[in-house]
């Protein structure tokens, strides 16, 4: 367990430059103290899990990074440039893109406008500027096509889609739209198996175009799957990043538990959790 | 691979029919109301309500409603109601009539002022229901109330204690503004039309429909527009955007709040606009204009396939709801039936239309 990831030796992915780095980050909510010092950072092109149980602070530490809260105290930098965002709008700008559980899509409304909803493509001079459909509608079945899933017609209402399929429409979405970081709140926390494995598929493809992703569950087995680094967050303060390889799936659970009765839980459910 | 075996064809997936695909078109119920409509009246009216008077006997008071009901399609589907703008028409209708006739302003002043008026009163409710979060019925509910209210002050006021306005006619006559707003277009095509005898004259040779009514020149107009917008624009994606979720909607970088400002304040200057109208064309003001339009042009608006969740809809479908509205309320009068079964009819196509509305949701989202 390293406290620093500042020493990699060798390893030519902790070589590449973090792209958001965030330092001690504090957040208070009156009296309540949210987080109380969280460091962070994300690379191209790995998927770096953040870990924690209900309560320990991963809502309100991703809602400061993509831009819904301000910190309280601490520094947010991008390629070593500090950042001051104002509101989602700014992260998006800067590269940061979240799919929140609830995953920012109206059912009642096609893929294709779900895709490009709030940045749709415009054509034509000022009185008769108008979307650019016929170019949406093709986007937006070849970008789902990219992620594996083809759709009936780019007018299918996204409530038709599963699960699984919804949350590859906000990732790819994020993923055209040019996200450097890809923000995941709980991606397979509502799913079953297979999509579950889908998802982290596509988690996966999205990784090896350069992307990074964080991806915050508290599931150990769906972050080991695909993690390359694990920060766990306990009551609103960082326990330390780990490098794949580096930690078991049982060190992981205890450190979210804050390593007291996950031992004797363990025991009396015969090592199940 | 996972990959491979998701790029083949769903073996799940039946093919979908031409009737499965339209049936999922908001305006479908609407254009099947007006056929179901127009075959009753085909049958139990005087033959004399389908030739070209007649049509524009029943085109005109749906025209009315329409221009109403479009506004309030927008915003319904954009997530909120309106229950204000029946007063507006009469609160408009008073600001109007006082910058006429009280205030002899021309009407190049007179109706900018007007909409303008109505857009705040619009902004105003739209803010008060975005700031408190309180549900646009209540709010506008409220409005419904307070607009009559200062009608009908005001009119005694501009009036000198009567609660209605009159001279609108005579301070408008010869404004060259005047036959944008009021009597018929086109007179010339169809005193020509009837010239070669393509339509009915009287025997003195003067056509019997002198133009068509500007009104539905207007509404006509105003649905073209509405249905370009909602489906063509970023703003249109925009309006079921916030309508379908606003959180959501706001996630992904949707102005929520300016889309549905927006909305109340085109809502409003429909009202606005149809006081001006109906003003004009009779030639004053009274404290009742409007009332009960807000319903009638919320049901015109259901019936047309919005949903009251917001979200969908189509400005398309209120148009045909309007038009199975005017056709009803006139209609009637060509039939030996009595005219106040009107609202019988009217309860049981809303209700009609609510359950289909439901059951489309239900089949466009999926849910079982």
């Not at chain 2, 008071?61 to 229950?83: N, V």
Request: with cysteine; net charge neutral; proline share 4%.
């Amino acid at each position: 367990m390293t406290q620093d990831t500042t020493f990699h030796h060798g390893d030519p992915q902790a070589a590449t430059q973090p792209i958001i780095k965030m330092q001690n980050i504090e957040k208070h909510f009156g009296n309540i103290i949210a987080l109380a010092g969280v460091s962070f950072d994300v690379r191209p092109g790995e998927c770096h899990c953040l870990l924690g149980d209900n309560g320990a602070g991963k809502s309100t530490f991703i809602k400061t990074m993509s831009g819904v809260h301000k910190p309280t105290k601490g520094t947010i930098t991008i390629d070593d440039q500090p950042m001051n965002f104002d509101s989602p709008r700014d992260a998006m700008e800067a590269g940061i893109a979240t799919v929140f559980q609830d995953l920012a899509m109206i059912p009642l409304m096609s893929v294709t406008r779900n895709f490009f909803m709030g940045r749709e493509p415009v054509k034509g001079r000022k009185p008769f500027r108008r979307m650019d459909v016929e170019m949406m509608n093709e986007t937006a079945v070849e970008e789902m096509r990219k992620m594996g899933i083809n759709l009936r017609g780019p007018d299918q209402a996204v409530g038709t889609l599963s699960g699984g399929e919804r949350q590859t429409v906000a990732i790819a979405r994020a993923v055209y739209f040019g996200a450097r970081v890809l923000i995941l709140d709980e991606p397979t926390s509502a799913l079953g198996v297979r999509q579950t494995s889908n998802v982290l598929a596509t988690i996966d493809r999205v990784r090896k175009q350069g992307v990074g992703v964080v991806f915050i569950s508290h599931n150990v087995r769906h972050a080991l799957a695909v993690g390359d680094r694990f920060t766990v967050l306990n009551r609103g303060k960082t326990l330390g990043t780990a490098e794949r390889g580096d930690i078991t799936p049982e060190q992981l659970q205890d450190l979210m538990a804050g390593g007291q009765e996950m031992a004797q839980l363990e025991g009396s459910l015969g090592g199940t959790v | 691979m996972a990959d491979a075996a998701q790029t083949v064809d769903d073996e799940r997936l039946k093919k979908e029919g031409l009737g499965a695909r339209l049936m999922k078109r908001p305006e479908l119920g609407a254009i099947a109301g007006v056929i179901l409509v127009t075959t009753f009246f085909l049958i139990t009216a005087d033959s004399s309500m389908f030739t070209l008077s007649g049509i524009m006997n029943f085109m005109t008071p749906a025209a009315q409603l329409g221009i109403l009901a479009i506004g309030a399609a927008m915003l319904m589907i954009g997530g909120e109601f309106d229950l204000s703008i029946g007063s507006m028409v009469a609160f408009a209708g008073l600001i109007f009539g006082a910058c006429v006739v009280t205030l002899g302003l021309p009407l190049i002043l007179a109706i900018p002022l007007t909409l303008a008026v109505a857009a705040g009163l619009g902004a105003l409710n739209g803010t008060i229901v975005l700031k408190t979060g309180l549900p646009s019925f209540i709010v506008t509910l409220a409005f419904l109330f307070i607009l009559r209210g200062a009608s009908l002050v005001g009119l005694k006021l501009a009036s000198g204690g009567s609660t209605q306005l009159r001279g609108v006619r005579d301070a408008v006559e010869g404004d060259w503004l005047a036959p944008m707003f009021s009597g018929d277009a086109f007179g010339p095509v169809f005193a020509w039309l009837a010239q070669v005898g393509v339509i009915d004259t009287f025997k003195n040779g003067t056509p019997k429909v002198p133009g068509i009514p500007v009104e539905i020149l207007w509404f006509v107009a105003l649905a073209l527009v509405a249905t370009y917008v909602l489906l063509r624009t970023p703003q249109g994606n925009w309006v079921f955007a916030s309508g379908g979720d606003r959180t959501a909607a706001s996630n992904s970088g949707v102005p929520v709040r300016k889309v549905k400002i927006s909305l109340f304040m085109v809502t409003a200057m429909c009202g606005a606009l149809v006081a001006i109208i109906t003003v004009m064309d009779a030639g004053s003001t009274d404290a009742r204009r409007g009332f009960m339009k807000e319903f009638e042009a919320i049901i015109a608006a259901v019936i047309g396939g919005c949903l009251l969740t917001g979200g969908y809809g189509s400005a398309i479908g209120a148009f045909f709801g309007a038009i199975i509205f005017g056709m009803v309320t006139i209609g009637l009068t060509y039939t030996n039936f009595d005219q106040d079964w009107f609202q019988i009819f009217l309860g049981g196509m809303l209700l009609i239309a609510v359950l289909f509305n439901n059951y489309i949701r239900k089949r466009v989202t999926g849910e079982r």
